[in-house]
């Protein structure tokens, strides 16, 4: 089993900048590869942001140069910190995690393959 407990989330103005932070606790199999999705209304959710055990990193185009993910472990805790704020990030952000993976830009994550989520923390990005 995994607990995963989103934080940081809020409202900023467009070109603002906020940090979220996922603190993870239980099986460290099932943590070994992290990452970030998320859910805007009316949309399907997408993932944003991962990392695997080794360091590797996936983004998804539309937060490339702009969204950073990292983790602590010593802290148990998985960071993503957003840059340069848009209206279209907007959405409820979801923590998961999953057992070893493989990142590679040529396969976006899917979400059917991560076995465990927070509760999601709102981003709100206005104009």
């Known amino acids: 089993q995994v607990q995963l407990v989103e934080s940081g989330g809020g409202s900023v103005q467009s070109g603002g900048s906020l940090r979220l932070s996922c603190a993870a606790a239980?099986?460290?199999?099932?943590?070994?590869?992290m990452g970030w999705f998320r859910q805007a209304p009316g949309k399907e959710r997408e993932g944003v942001a991962f990392i695997g055990g080794t360091g590797t990193t996936f983004y998804a185009d539309s937060v490339k140069g702009r969204f950073t993910i990292s983790q602590d472990n010593a802290k148990n805790t998985l960071y993503l910190q957003m840059n340069s704020l848009k209206p279209e990030d907007t959405a409820m952000y979801y923590c998961a995690s999953r057992g070893p993976c493989y990142l590679s830009a040529a396969r976006p994550p899917i979400q059917s393959e991560y076995n465990y989520w927070g509760q999601g923390t709102q981003v709100t990005v206005s104009p």
């Open positions: 239980g099986d460290p199999y099932s943590r070994r590869c």
